[in-house]
């Protein structure tokens, strides 16, 4: 079955610790995105890629960074520029074009210790 | 002004209950509109698309309304397994914007 896969589900991190969130799809989705949601808050646009080796920033890409070497592939790395990074990461891709409405994955919990 | 505002809840219904809540929006060139499910410490669910003309899933029915610039969901006969968030998604001038959710409660 085509989806979405995070990994890790739960993540720990120490002050000063760059981590990289994994976000894989098979559903040969060509955008890609990526989330953050804390408690009681909507989901926050941290940075998309409508295509293969291109990115943009959303509306809060301060101390995060992205990579998208390959159409099934947009992993996350929150670095330690980031200075409230607890939080839900969810990863979502959509087909080219007009929305539709996105595919989530099941999300990767981010905590620091 | 949020651009997307939903009525936090939590709405505490009994099961069989019909209830109904709100999303408005700021921008009046929004495009396009959905109402997603989210259980807890689960990702979002697309649960439907919200048409000029209404729309109606089963026990859901979603309704537009562009004048006052909101939309709606009603749910008919709850049943415990409603129980969850429900996002409002708005796309406005090609930017999808979440809705904080309103948690709703089912109690048998």
């Known amino acids: 079955d085509g989806g979405i896969t995070q990994s890790p589900k739960y993540l720990f991190r120490k002050e000063g610790q760059n981590v990289t969130l994994s976000c894989e799809q098979n559903?040969?989705?060509?955008?890609m995105y990526w989330y953050r949601q804390d408690p009681g808050q909507g989901l926050r646009l941290i940075y998309y890629?409508?295509?293969?080796?291109?990115?943009q920033k959303g509306d809060i890409a301060e101390g995060y960074s992205v990579s998208r070497e390959k159409k099934e592939s947009f992993p996350l790395t929150v670095t330690s520029a980031q200075k409230n990074p607890t939080a839900f990461y969810l990863c979502?891709?959509?087909?080219?074009?007009?929305?539709?409405?996105?595919?989530f994955g099941s999300g990767t919990r981010l905590t620091v210790v | 002004r949020k651009e997307v505002e939903q009525d936090p809840g939590p709405f505490n219904v009994p099961e069989g209950a019909t209830v109904a809540f709100n999303c408005t929006y700021s921008?009046?060139?929004?495009?396009?509109f959905f109402w997603y499910r989210q259980d807890c410490r689960k990702e979002p669910k697309l649960l439907m698309s919200?048409?000029?003309s209404g729309n109606e899933d089963g026990r859901f029915t979603a309704q537009l309304n562009r004048a006052s610039q909101y939309i709606s969901l009603l749910i008919r006969d709850s049943k415990l397994s409603d129980s969850a968030t429900y996002l409002c998604?708005?796309?406005?001038?090609?930017?999808?914007?979440f809705g904080s959710g309103t948690r709703l409660s089912i109690r048998p």
């Open positions: 921008n009046s060139a929004s495009q396009s």
């Open positions: 998604v708005v796309n406005s001038a090609s930017k999808i914007i």
């Open positions: 979502a891709s959509s087909p080219k074009g007009e929305y539709y409405g996105y595919t």
């Open positions: 559903l040969n989705h060509d955008a």
């Open positions: 919200v048409y000029s």
């Open positions: 890629s409508q295509i293969v080796n291109d990115f």
